[in-house]
């Protein structure tokens, strides 16, 4: 059992350091402590969700959607990377997609569609399910809150051009989801 918890906490750390690398993004956007609360709670709950529905999913369906997922990840955080680019190149305070409401949805999801492939495998294996949950959900959290907080003390020290490091961020690891960084390095 603690070989079981102690591979589960490795994977959980491994998928929650996309958390912490987009949170160090959205942490450059002016936030209060109750939001980044409200951001890690919310994507530990999507590495709940996401991979209880793998799970759920069955055998059939992993070769489908374990590739769909890292590309619609990957899309989803090029377009929030290069929103907040736009954002902070024009210079204006206000963003249109911010971690907040359908921002936060879109954010948390695209964080934890990885947990969903993972998941399925899982699930085929017959991992202990609360075990595998409980792991992934804390290991989120905890990973998300470490770079949005992080993220909040470079955006103190870079002033207005946080949010174009944010959004460079974004756009990067998004980049490499998508695999596009082998036709350029």
Do not use: N
């Not at 070769?63 to 377009?79: D, E, N, R, S, W």
């Not at 993220?151 to 002033?159: E, F, H, N, T």
């Amino acid at each position: 059992m603690m070989g079981e918890l102690f591979a589960l906490m490795s994977m959980a750390f491994a998928l929650g350091m996309d958390a912490f690398s987009i949170g160090l993004g959205m942490g450059m956007f002016r936030m209060g402590w109750r939001r980044v609360f409200l951001i890690g709670i919310t994507v530990g709950v999507f590495h709940i969700l996401m991979p209880l529905l793998g799970m759920a999913g069955g055998r059939f369906l992993s070769g489908t959607f374990g590739t769909f997922a890292g590309y619609a990840g990957g899309i989803l955080l090029m377009i929030l990377g290069i929103q907040m680019l736009i954002t902070g190149l024009k210079g204006s305070g206000e963003s249109l997609i911010a971690p907040v409401g359908f921002g936060l949805i879109v954010f948390a999801l695209s964080v934890s569609l990885d947990s969903f492939s993972v998941g399925l495998t899982l699930g085929i294996y017959g991992a202990k399910t609360v075990m595998v949950l409980v792991c992934f959900g804390t290991a989120a959290a905890l990973l998300t809150w470490a770079g949005l907080l992080l993220g909040k003390k470079v955006q103190g020290m870079l002033g207005k051009y946080s949010v174009i490091l944010g959004g460079a961020i974004l756009f990067a690891f998004g980049f490499k989801l998508l695999g596009l960084e082998r036709f350029f390095f």
